[in-house]
């Protein structure tokens, strides 16, 4: 496709539950970023990738938050153990290699934990 | 560490009022700074940027200008439309990659 491509994008889950939510980046770009969107805040950094190399993942919140990208192109957040604060947009987003490229971003996926 | 503080919204105006969304920042170094837009039902997109000090950034009648001595990005329009109702993140990077660190963003309603 032409943008970035997130699945699903609406989640509900119970309290407890894992989730995996997919992002597939614009093909070829070598930078795909996670970011964590609570309600009426700005987007904040979970995760970067060059490739498949996960090069920075200070944002993460907790261990239970999980992040790969296995061949350098779709990658997968998972959320083991849901708690309710987990809910937000999940962001994802992709640029070119180098520094000064367009990030272009995906629609997000909303998780709600019920 | 880096930060952005944006105004509060809602902003709230009439079609063709002149607009300002007031952002400053706090970083090491010297950050690029960008605008970006969130409209109803969509995804982030970029609306300008400026990469250093003084540059002005501009996009479909929006505008900022990189102040450094004022550390702000202030994002202004002329005469805004109903269209233009969305969401305004402003944004800095810094650092070796393209990490951005995001304001709270600030809600625009303009009514005919």
């Known amino acids: 496709g032409a943008g970035v491509s997130q699945s699903p994008r609406y989640k509900v889950a119970k309290r407890g539950q894992d989730v995996a939510l997919r992002c597939d980046p614009i093909?070829?770009?070598?930078?795909l970023f996670w970011y964590q969107q609570a309600l009426g805040q700005g987007p904040e950094f979970l995760t970067y990738?060059?490739?498949?190399?996960?090069?920075?993942k200070s944002g993460l919140p907790s261990d239970r938050f999980f992040a790969e990208r296995p061949e350098g192109s779709v990658s997968t957040l998972k959320i083991q153990r849901t708690q309710q604060e987990d809910s937000a947009v999940y962001l994802c987003?992709?640029?070119?290699?180098?520094?000064?490229?367009?990030?272009?971003f995906g629609e997000g996926s909303w998780l709600t934990v019920v | 560490g880096d930060s952005v503080t944006q105004m509060e919204g809602p902003v709230t105006l009439s079609e063709e009022a002149f607009l300002t969304i007031n952002c400053t920042y706090t970083?090491?170094?010297?950050?690029?700074l960008f605008w970006y837009v969130q409209y109803p039902g969509e995804g982030l997109q970029l609306l300008l940027k400026?990469?250093?000090?003084?540059d002005k950034g501009s996009n479909k009648g929006f505008e900022a200008t990189y102040r450094k001595e004022t550390t702000s990005f202030h994002l202004e329009k002329g005469s805004v439309q109903v269209s233009d109702s969305a969401v305004y993140f402003c944004?800095?990077?810094?650092?070796?990659?393209?990490?951005?660190?995001f304001g709270a963003g600030t809600r625009l309603a303009v009514h005919p």
């Open positions: 987003a992709s640029s070119e290699e180098g520094e000064g490229n367009t990030i272009y």
């Open positions: 093909s070829g770009h070598v930078s």
């Open positions: 990738f060059q490739n498949e190399a996960q090069l920075d």
């Open positions: 970083a090491t170094g010297y950050p690029s």
């Open positions: 400026a990469t250093k000090a003084d």
């Open positions: 944004a800095l990077k810094s650092g070796g990659y393209n990490k951005l660190i």
